[in-house]
């Protein structure tokens, strides 16, 4: 049985981190997420609190295209199965741990095969959404860091995570039956895979859904971004506010030692609290645009535990601009 209900910590060892470091066998994919270059990329780094198990994920927009996994024996490569399956170059046999050494020997082959389909992978899953979370994330500022993607809690068991994650949302779905806001359907669940986690330079914590308009279900953004914030202070309530610093400040210092974030200037409180953010994609119509407002209005009026959710249109460039509507 796991010591814990709830936990979000993806602090990884330094002997993971070392591969990426100047010297490091996987050094060049570092490069590749700093540099940017042409593509929306981004290197993230994973560990389970109930295994161990690390792995680091290079995307392209929305996609997976390689994640590199430590053993204690040696690495090993996976990936997205359209990416890794036939036809870029992916070695079947990079899934099987080998020693360091042998990688540098092979690093060169992976790099071809990275060259191959990351174009590839950025035309089919760099647009839409993937193209707004990359502007969001490139946004970064003295103000604001961008720490992780697609963030998920642990949980111990399925049983909890059901009941947390119901706890989570029927005060939210209580708000949205209560008013009247325009034609659809009010959502009946909403998920805990939170876009991005960001920190303000105040030590507030940012839990963002990123919105294409081509994804539909803007009134409801509001929602689904207070959503992530109840699941993050359910974690940071049950787990401590003194674990929880610990685990966001060693993030922020392991991603600022490669050069993936700024040295944005963050002091986190002695009690933190998540703020619920909607990036919104520039372009919708005021009409759709109201009734998101509307939903914002609305759940802000009532007491759910988190700060009042913020609504900000990015631009591609990456540009914020609060909606005050």
């Not at 409180?269 to 009734?291: F, I």
Request: net charge positive.
């Amino acid at each position: 049985m796991s010591d814990f209900e709830i936990r979000y910590d993806r602090r990884v060892s330094d002997d993971l981190l070392a591969h990426f470091r100047p010297k490091g066998v996987a050094a060049s994919l570092t490069r590749m997420v700093t540099k940017r270059a042409l593509y929306p990329l981004d290197l993230q780094f994973r560990r389970s609190p109930k295994s161990g198990a690390e792995h680091a994920t290079l995307y392209t927009g929305l996609t997976a295209v390689l994640n590199l996994h430590r053993t204690k024996d040696g690495l090993k490569l996976s990936g997205h199965q359209t990416w890794t399956g036939k036809g870029h170059g992916f070695d079947q046999d990079w899934r099987k741990t080998a020693p360091v050494d042998t990688w540098r020997e092979r690093w060169h082959d992976v790099e071809l095969y990275l060259e191959r389909v990351i174009p590839v992978a950025t035309k089919n899953h760099g647009v839409t959404e993937g193209a707004v979370q990359a502007a969001v994330s490139s946004g970064t500022s003295r103000k604001r860091v961008m720490l992780d993607r697609e963030v998920v809690p642990h949980f111990r068991d399925k049983k909890t995570k059901e009941r947390m994650l119901r706890d989570c949302r029927r005060p939210i779905l209580d708000v949205l039956h209560r008013h009247d806001f325009g034609p659809g359907k009010v959502p009946t669940n909403f998920g805990a895979e939170c876009d991005l986690l960001a920190l303000e330079a105040s030590g507030e914590v940012l839990a963002i859904e990123v919105k294409p308009l081509a994804g539909g279900g803007v009134p409801w953004v509001a929602a689904q971004a207070t959503m992530y914030a109840r699941v993050l202070q359910t974690w940071i309530d049950e787990d401590g506010h003194a674990l929880a610093r610990e685990v966001l400040g060693d993030t922020l210092r392991q991603r600022r030692e490669l050069g993936l974030c700024p040295k944005t200037d963050v002091t986190l409180p002695g009690r933190l609290s998540v703020r619920p953010v909607v990036a919104l994609q520039r372009g919708a119509t005021q009409k759709l645009k109201d009734r998101m407002l509307a939903v914002r209005d609305a759940l802000n009026a009532a007491d759910l535990g988190v700060p009042d959710v913020r609504v900000y249109e990015v631009s591609i460039t990456g540009d914020l601009k609060e909606l005050a509507g």
